[in-house]
């Protein structure tokens, strides 16, 4: 008696199959789908920053003064703490101060990658302050 032979068809499968399940792992790790009909939370960008992980996927409020548009991301500036918001409909003005209220998001599209942003919010609504 031999030892048992596993297929090279068997080890292929489980290969990819192992591969798909983290590419959607990957991609969706990080993104839990959201009630959107729920109310937003206040948060600070300190708080944002410093507690991330309980924020993700959830609907925020935070105010603070655009400090530097770049595109469609812009970053948000509240007591020397920066945060990304973006939105590619948006047009905020630079300095200017906003109510800005979106779902925190992670592992953003490839090319918010090139610019390294990690974590940032979706905006669904801003008001001007």
Same mark, same amino acid.
């Given at each position: 008696? !031999?030892?048992? @032979?596993?297929?090279? /068809? ?5 290969? $990819?199959?192992? *591969?798909? $399940?983290?590419?959607? /792992? +990957? ?8 009630? &959107? &009909?729920? !109310? ?7 708080? $944002?920053?410093?507690?991330? !992980?309980?924020?993700? %996927? #959830? #609907?925020?409020?935070? &105010? %603070? ?5 770049? %595109?469609? +991301? ?8 920066? *945060?990304?918001? &973006?939105?590619? =409909?948006?047009?905020? #003005? =630079? %300095? ?5 209220? !979106? *779902? ?5 599209? *490839?090319? +918010?990658? +090139?610019? @390294? ?6 905006? #669904? ?5």
């Amino acid at each position: 008696m !031999g030892r048992p @032979r596993i297929s090279v /068809f068997l080890l292929a499968s489980i290969f $990819l199959i192992l *591969f798909f $399940l983290l590419i959607i /792992f +990957y991609f969706n790790e990080l993104n839990p789908i959201v009630d &959107t &009909t729920e !109310g937003a939370e206040d948060a600070t960008i300190r708080d $944002l920053n410093e507690h991330i !992980g309980k924020y993700i %996927g #959830k #609907k925020v409020r935070i &105010t %603070g003064t655009i400090s530097s548009p770049e %595109g469609d +991301y812009m970053v948000i500036v509240n007591e020397s703490e920066e *945060f990304i918001v &973006t939105n590619p =409909q948006l047009n905020l #003005k =630079q %300095g200017r101060e906003y109510e800005i209220e !979106g *779902f925190v998001r992670s592992r953003p599209a *490839f090319y +918010y990658r +090139y610019y @390294r942003v990690e974590y940032y919010i979706d905006v #669904k609504s801003v008001r001007e302050i």
